[in-house]
């Protein structure tokens, strides 16, 4: 069994900055890649960055500039870098990670973690 566990969201003023982390732990062989998403009430969950072994990233236009993605591979930890924050990224954050499996790669969410960005 593979665990994933977000931290780090929080009650922030527009302009703030805020840190989230997501580790994996349990059965893991090799990680794929890992990936922050976001979700908000009655919509669905949208990919806001990712970020490969070897550490090529990929962002959200929405999120650019603002948001980094960043892992520590012998941690099995991602982080997300959340800078400038708006109210319109006001979500819940979730962490997936993806794990090669003897003859597939498995996916695993975390249970998310709220950021709520407002004055």
């Known amino acids: 069994q593979v665990q994933v566990v977000e931290s780090g969201g929080g009650l922030v003023q527009p302009g703030e900055s805020l840190r989230l982390s997501c580790v994996a732990s349990?059965?893991?062989?090799?990680?794929?890649?890992m990936g922050w998403y976001r979700q908000t009430p009655g919509n669905q969950r949208d990919l806001v960055a990712t970020?490969?072994?070897?550490?090529?990233?990929y962002y959200a236009d929405s999120v650019k500039g603002r948001l980094t993605i960043s892992r520590d591979n012998a941690k099995n930890t991602v982080y997300l870098q959340m800078n400038s924050l708006k109210p319109e990224d006001t979500a819940v954050y979730y962490c997936?990670?993806?794990?090669?499996?003897?003859?597939?790669?498995?996916?695993?969410w975390g249970q998310g973690t709220q950021v709520t960005v407002s004055s």
């Open positions: 997936k990670i993806r794990v090669r499996a003897t003859l597939v790669i498995e996916a695993h």
């Open positions: 970020i490969s072994t070897g550490g090529s990233t």
């Open positions: 349990g059965s893991i062989r090799s990680i794929v890649d």
